[in-house]
Every structure is written in structure tokens, then in C-alpha cells.
């Protein structure tokens, strides 16, 4: 035997290991071809790191803390804080470092709370692969991955690394991630040159694309962040696309920053116009720019989402991006093959035919056969085919295989029996009449087949109209031959059908109904020929569905496209690669789109739509490109999920709404007072104070009960309607405090701290209690708020009432207010709650009907 070769440097064969056999390979990176001991991968995990894109690092919830001061207004404001220190207002700028502290540290509990609770969801559909360990098949995560480990790949596993192929077996990659090529790329163990482009490194897989078809054993080379996709990560450092959600917050940001900065320039000129102290003056318009801020809103979503994901998983629907969940809530339109999720899924065989459409058992036979020997991805088809009670069907071995793909669309098994080697090929029925050259009419009658085609059509259109999918069975002699290869399968003879059925799933109707009554229309996308898929459609309860096929997609342009979309119910005969391009025709066309896949193919559908959703017996790459996973295939489950995203997205709009009423209104009346008041209408620290206190309520939002209507239909962020909601809102809480004003001023004479302490109390209790009443688009007292959102409402509004009499009081400046002030108060927010309820009902009958 030869000595292997003497492997080069092992960086040199890292990185470009394609050039190399697997003998040398092996031996640089110290493996045989049986794997690596479970001890020796942990050794390598420590040294090469955790195989995933991200770093992992101790800091993170400092960073997280951190995090929270990244606001330039909060930035400034503490920056004045330690300058009002140092001229001698120690005391003032003590309480403004501890309200930014306790609000920094309410929004990082909250984050780290919802974080972590998202990562435990997140393990119930961690990806796995198949790795040699201890010399056995053993599923680990694909982040424990290390360099030497000997990886077996199938048709819709996801490549966990990059790394050298040594065996393979009609190996097909889908690589358009990296060469932009729609087409799957041929894989074999050749080698090639070391300096071949990504494309042309046909014995190279790499981390990031997916097996199409057929079966590999490579040997992981690179993994992590020392991978292509590492590489590419690393230079692009692109994040996944904006949601709807994410674009909707961002512009309310930008929005909330142009009003901030113009009512900080007035109050701030205006004070130093009046000639009030310039630094109580920038700390009192940075205050004011921080009363305006809702603080707590991205832990308030976070929150939010983050409980949102644990009521999802408790009706088996599992977040992988939380981000999502808005969109879930948004769908209005859900695309879905029909198979396990339209149908019960479990394939049963309905009859056997010869070429004549006459019952014969051979058929069956030779499907069983081929059922029987294929080694790649078992479907419910052959599961179907294998259930069946085929006599001697065991007794065949088989010795090679040409895998199925989504070209080809059958899959041929070779195998022997007494008379020698023969060739079994099962798939779609044009695909496989296009390699046959005879007809097996029965009884050993074998024809030419031209003659009998427009028969064999015609059997196909009855069994098709009846509901049945039909399969084609061609053999082939191949005598004294071990293997096969694609450029056999011609010149076969057409041995009949196999019918199958996948009978509706039991109260499907039902739940389509319930998906309509949520304001979900479902458009099935199949590649059954129409006239099943019409079948289906029409058992399913849709009268006279229109029906589109893949033919009639490719004569179609793209805009005619989105104009016919919307309007058909099935897409039937339809090409992988049709998929997306149809969810792009219904997203165009203004729709919130869902696509829910479980197969191989499905992968760009799922990334292209805009709520990606499998299931957890998906294959990997399915799973990997869902944002949302099912651990139950049922459409009902559907439903519940779709229900807790619109509840989800509805909370985190009433803390929209909470800062962009009372918050504005006050914020504005402060901004007015400054104009005409001899003395600041409230001190900086006294604005922190309350921006902190109405926040506390808010924190219990994501907990909320939420009114049906708020449910039934999709809603989408819609930065219209909130800026006509604070107008309105804003305006009204800025008369009911410029009628506070009168009445301290006209009426009990408040003197400077008299005056802030009063404000101070109305403002956060009618902005507390007024979270009550926007919550709602009922009357509010017919809507119940949630449990922890009314306790934290009157323990707050109570300890404001109470918190001129504490002893600290003196620390914030406030003072004790008669008893007659209070029966005011409680006046003038009962006229607001009650005038805010009439402005209610007004806004959502006449002012924003769409709402």
C-alpha cells in the first residue's frame, strides 16, 4: 500500500482544503473516515470555538445595561447633571442620576427577562446533523460542530460547515446564497484547483446552503466565523430585513425627535429670554426632551414580544424572531401546500393499473420495490407505497440509486432478481412517460407507447378530476450492470399508474371558516396537476375555485400577476422556483403574506414571505428559513398564534398610545406655562419623576386583557393614526392642565411650590388613570383591564397623592397641599376622564374612520 502524501501546511489546506485529497485532509486535521471520539470534538470545540456566526461573550448583559444610557437625550442630560454637581446642586443632581439609574435598570430587567426567556423557546427547534461520533450516528447541534467531524448530509439537511466531500451519491446543493444561481450545483469527490472560484468547487459544500438531493459524507473543515458565509457575514454585516413593526417604530422615533428638538429650542430660548438661570433652564429643556421620550419603549416591546412568544408557545407555536410576531398578527393572506396541513397528510395507495387502466398488481409491485430500496428522503408516498402488502418486495437489494430531484422529478432504483439486473423508476407522469419507449399492456402484452398516450391521458385526467394523484412506473432490463447513472433512464417500458389519496383532514372546513373570520384568506400552491388540486379545493368547501398553474405563470408578466394573484384560490402545477414569485405578486399587491412549507423546496418561499411558518417534522432547512415554527401541523394551532400576535401587537400600541397622549399633553403644557409663569412650572428632577412614575403602569401593558375587536381583523402600524391620536389626546390633556393652571394660580393662589407640587400630582394622576381610558375603544369601564396594569394604575395615582406629605418629599422640592386642592384635582380629572371618553368615541366615528 502507498504511503499517503505528506499533507502541506494545515492553514494552507484550511483554506483551500478542494484542492486536496480526503486522505490528505484526513491526515492534516488528524480523523479517519469513522469520526471523531465525543472527547476529542469537546477538546476541538474549546480550541476552534462554538460553530455559529455570533460571539458569545461573557459582557452581554452589561452590554445590556449599558444599552440602556445610549439615548443622546439621556446622554446630555447626564452630562448636565455632573456639571449642576460641580456648581454646587449636589442634591438636585443626585436624583437625577438615580431616576435615569432605577429607569436604566427597570428596562434592563425587563429585556434580560424577555432574552432569556426567548432563548428557552428557541431550544425546542434547534437545528441538529448527523455526525460519526464514537464511530456511531449521532444527531448533535449544528453548533457543536467542530473542524474534523465527519458529517452525513440528505436530501433538506442544511450543510452545518464548510468541508471536503469523500463520498456522494447523486449529490445535489442549492449554493444561490453564495453564486446566485437558481439552479442546484452537482456535487462530486473530484478534485479541483486551488485557485477554482466558489462555483466551480464541485467537492466543496459550505455552511449556508442546503442539500437538494441525494446523500454525502464530508469531512467539516472550516466552521463559525472561518467559513465562506462567515466571511461573507463578517464584510457585510447585514442584518435581516426591517419588519413592517421595526420601520413603524423607527418613524415614530423620528417623528417624537422633531417635535422634542423644536420644544426645546422654544422652552430653552424662551426661558433665557425671561431671564430665568441658563442652567436650570438647559436642565428643565432637557427634562422636558426626556418627559417626551418614551424611555422605557424598547423594553416595553421587548416585553411585550417577549410574553407574546410564551403565549404563542403554550398553543405550540414557536417564536425563532421576535419581530415577527407583529407581521403573524398583520397576516392577511396564508399561502400553504396542502398536504399534512390541508390534508391529513398520510398518503393512502387507492389502486394499481396497467397501461390499459386495468387493475393489476405489478405496478404496485415495482413501486414497492423501488419504495423499498431507495435510501435518500423517505416521503409519504413511499411510506404510503411500503404500508401496502407486497408480496417478496424485501427479497430486492438494491445496489445503486439515482436519487429524485426537482427537475427530473422521479427516482430510479437499480436491483436483481433470477433474471438479472433491472432499473425501477417511479415519479410524475409526464416526466416519466418523456423516457419510455414501450407499454405494458398487460398480461406480458408489451407495445409501443406513442400509440397508447392520448389513453394513458385520458386515464390520467379521469383519476386526476376524481381527486387522485398518480404516479408512473417504467422498468428497465440491465443485465450484468452495478451501477446507473442518469443517462440510463431512457428507453424504459411504461408499466402503468399507482393512484393515491390524502383524504381532507377531519373539520378542516371549520377551520378554514375560523382563519376567514380572523381576516385570513388561504391560497393553497401545490405542484399536484389543477384538476386535483381543484378537487381538494372544492372538498375543502370553496365553490368554484379559481384555479392558476404554472404554465399559465410563465406566460404571465409580472404585473398581470399581481392583479390575478389576489383573486385565485389555488396555484396548482407549480415549479419551486414559482413560489416566490408569487408571494412577491401578493405582497406587492398590498398584502401581509404567510407561507407555510415544510419541504426542501420551500426555503426561499419561507425567506420571501413575510411571515416565514413550518413545522418542528419539517426538514432543517425549512425550519431554519421559519420565523415561526408549529410543534403541532394544525391549522387551529395557526389560529391561536395569530390571535396572541395581534393581542401582542395591540399592547405594545396602548403604551403608544399612553405616551403620546397625557406624556405629549403635559410635556406641552410646560413648554406654554414657561411663556407666562415668573418661576419653572415644574424642576427638572420633579419632570423625571414624573416621566418615571407613569411609566410604571406601562410596565404591566404586555399582561393586559384586549378587546375583541382589536383581534378579529389585521391591523398594521399605521403612523398616521398616531399622530393624529396625540394631536387630539395631546391637546386635550394640555387644556384640562392649563384649567389646573388657572385653578392655582385664580383660584387657591399657589405660590412657586405650591404650584409645582399641585401640577405635579394632577399630571401623573390623570396621566395614570388615563392609560385606563385609551386602552379601549369601549367605554372604559366596560372594557376590564388587566390585573397587574390596575394595581400598578392605583398604586401609583395613591402614592402620588400621598407623596407631598412623605418626609422625602422635601427632597423633590414638594410641599404639603390643603385638603380643598385635592377635592379639586378630583374634579378636573373626573371632567378629563369624562371629556377624553366624548373625544374618544369622536376620534374613531368621524376623525379616523379607517382606524
Known amino acids: 500500500m502507498n504511503k499517503p502524501q505528506q499533507a502541506p501546511n494545515a492553514t494552507i489546506v484550511r483554506t483551500s482544503f478542494w484542492a486536496y485529497s480526503a486522505q490528505q485532509v484526513f491526515d492534516e486535521l488528524n480523523v479517519s473516515a469513522t469520526g471523531l471520539s465525543a472527547e476529542e470534538a469537546d477538546r476541538r470545540k474549546k480550541i476552534y470555538g462554538s460553530n455559529s456566526l455570533g460571539k458569545k461573550t461573557s459582557y452581554k448583559w452589561l452590554v445590556l445595561f449599558l444599552s440602556q444610557f445610549k439615548s443622546p437625550v439621556t446622554l446630555i442630560l447626564l452630562a448636565a447633571a455632573i456639571v449642576s454637581f460641580y456648581l454646587g446642586d449636589q442634591t438636585d443632581a443626585y436624583i437625577i442620576f438615580a ?51 465527519i458529517v452525513l448530509l ?45 462555483a466551480r468547487r464541485s467537492n466543496a459544500v459550505f455552511m449556508g ?50 417635535i422634542t428638538l423644536i420644544l426645546v429650542v ?53 417564536v425563532k424572531k421576535l419581530s415577527a410576531i407583529e407581521n403573524f398578527g398583520s397576516m392577511n393572506i396564508l399561502c400553504s401546500d396542502k398536504t399534512g396541513t390541508l390534508t391529513l397528510g398520510k398518503v393512502k395507495v387507492e389502486g394499481s393499473y396497467d397501461s390499459s387502466g386495468t387493475e393489476s398488481k405489478m405496478p404496485l409491485l415495482y413501486a414497492g420495490i423501488n419504495a423499498n430500496c431507495q435510501r435518500g428522503f423517505k416521503n409519504p408516498i413511499d411510506e404510503a407505497i411500503g404500508e401496502m ?30 433474471q438479472g439486473a433491472f432499473m425501477v423508476c417511479k415519479g410524475a407522469l409526464k416526466n416519466i412517460l418523456d423516457i419510455c419507449t414501450q407499454a405494458d399492456m398487460g398480461n406480458g402484452n408489451i407495445v409501443p407507447i ?160 413575510d411571515i416565514g411558518i413550518s413545522v418542528a417534522t419539517a426538514v432543517d432547512v425549512a425550519k431554519g428559513a421559519a420565523d415561526i415554527v408549529l410543534l403541532n401541523n394544525d391549522l387551529e394551532v395557526l389560529i391561536s398564534g395569530v390571535r396572541e400576535g395581534r393581542i401582542t401587537f395591540a399592547n405594545t400600541m396602548k403604551y403608544i398610545f399612553m405616551a403620546t397622549s397625557a406624556n405629549f399633553g403635559n410635556m406641552f403644557s410646560m413648554a406654554g406655562a414657561s411663556i407666562f409663569l415668573p ?26 386583557q384586549v378587546d375583541e375587536e382589536l383581534v378579529r381583523l389585521p391591523r398594521k402600524w399605521d403612523i398616521v393614526f398616531i399622530r393624529k391620536f396625540m394631536l387630539v389626546f395631546g391637546i386635550l390633556s394640555s387644556v384640562f392642565d392649563f384649567i389646573t393652571f388657572g385653578v392655582l394660580l385664580g383660584v387657591l393662589h399657589a405660590k412657586e411650590q405650591e404650584f409645582q407640587t399641585g401640577w405635579f400630582v394632577e399630571s401623573v394622576v390623570s396621566a395614570t388613570l388615563i392609560v385606563l381610558v385609551v386602552r379601549t375603544r369601549k367605554v372604559f369601564f366596560r372594557s376590564r383591564p388587566g390585573k397587574y396594569l390596575l394595581i400598578g394604575t392605583i398604586v401609583v395615582a395613591l402614592l402620588t397623592l400621598l407623596l407631598p406629605l412623605l418626609p422625602f418629599s422635601r427632597v423633590f422640592n414638594f410641599v404639603p397641599l390643603p385638603f380643598h386642592f385635592y377635592v379639586a384635582v378630583f374634579i378636573i380629572i373626573a371632567c378629563y376622564i369624562a371629556m377624553a371618553e366624548f373625544m374618544k368615541k369622536i376620534f374613531y366615528q368621524y376623525i379616523y374612520k379607517k382606524a
Do not use: C
Open 209 to 258: 446552503s442546503h442539500i437538494i438531493s441525494g446523500t454525502a459524507k464530508i469531512i467539516a473543515v472550516n466552521t463559525g466565523t472561518s467559513t465562506e458565509f462567515g466571511a461573507i457575514s463578517k464584510r457585510l454585516k447585514i442584518g435581516p430585513p426591517e419588519t413592517d413593526f421595526e420601520k413603524g417604530i423607527k418613524r415614530f422615533g423620528y417623528m417624537l425627535m422633531e
Open 99 to 149: 431616576i435615569i439609574f432605577i429607569s436604566s435598570l427597570l428596562g434592563f430587567w425587563q429585556e434580560k427577562g424577555a432574552s432569556g426567556a426567548v432563548n428557552k423557546l428557541l431550544e425546542m427547534v434547534k437545528l441538529t446533523a448527523t455526525v460519526l461520533r464514537d464511530n456511531k450516528e449521532t444527531e448533535v447541534a449544528l453548533d457543536e460542530i467542530v473542524p474534523g467531524d
Open 389 to 418: 402488502i407486497i408480496e417478496d418486495v424485501k427479497k430486492y437489494k438494491p445496489l445503486d440509486e439515482i436519487p429524485y430531484d426537482f427537475i427530473r422529478k422521479r427516482l430510479s432504483i437499480l436491483t436483481s432478481d433470477e
Open 450 to 609: 406513442a400509440p397508447q398516450l392520448a389513453a394513458v391521458a385520458a386515464k390520467y385526467q379521469q383519476y386526476s378530476s376524481e381527486g387522485f394523484r398518480t404516479l408512473g412506473i417504467a422498468t428497465k432490463a440491465m443485465a450484468g450492470k452495478s451501477t446507473i447513472k442518469k443517462e440510463d433512464e431512457t428507453g424504459m417500458v411504461f408499466r402503468g399508474f399507482i393512484t393515491l389519496f390524502d383524504p381532507p383532514k377531519p373539520g378542516i372546513q371549520h377551520t378554514i371558516a375560523g382563519l376567514q373570520a380572523v381576516g385570513i384568506s388561504l391560497k393553497m400552491i401545490t405542484g399536484d396537476n389543477a384538476l386535483v388540486a381543484k378537487h381538494v379545493s372544492q372538498s375543502l368547501g370553496t365553490q368554484n375555485p379559481s384555479v392558476l398553474t404554472g404554465d399559465d405563470l410563465r406566460k404571465m408578466s409580472d404585473a398581470a400577476l399581481m392583479h390575478k394573484a389576489p383573486a385565485t384560490d389555488v396555484f396548482a402545477e407549480i415549479e419551486p422556483n414559482q413560489k416566490e414569485r408569487i408571494i412577491l405578486a401578493l405582497k406587492k399587491s398590498g398584502n401581509v403574506v404567510g407561507y407555510m412549507g415544510d419541504g426542501i423546496n420551500d426555503a426561499t418561499a419561507l425567506h420571501t414571505a
Open 679 to 704: 418661576f419653572l412650572p415644574l424642576l427638572p428632577k420633579q419632570i423625571l419623576l414624573t416621566n418615571l412614575l407613569t411609566d410604571f403602569p406601562g410596565m404591566a401593558i404586555s399582561a393586559d
Open 266 to 318: 422654544i422652552i430653552l430660548g424662551i426661558n433665557l429670554l425671561t431671564h430665568k438661570p441658563i442652567l436650570d433652564s438647559f436642565l428643565f429643556a432637557l427634562a422636558i426632551a426626556v418627559g417626551l421620550t418614551p424611555q422605557l419603549l424598547p423594553a416595553i416591546i421587548s416585553v411585550n414580544l417577549a410574553q407574546g412568544a410564551r403565549k404563542m408557545a403554550a398553543v405550540q407555536v414557536i
Open 154 to 198: 440528505d436530501a433538506g439537511d442544511v450543510v452545518p460547515a464548510d468541508g471536503l466531500i469523500f463520498e456522494s451519491n447523486e449529490l445535489f446543493a442549492d449554493e444561490a446564497a453564495f453564486t446566485g444561481e437558481t439552479f442546484p450545483a452537482e456535487k462530486n469527490t473530484a478534485i479541483v484547483a486551488k485557485d477554482a472560484t466558489l
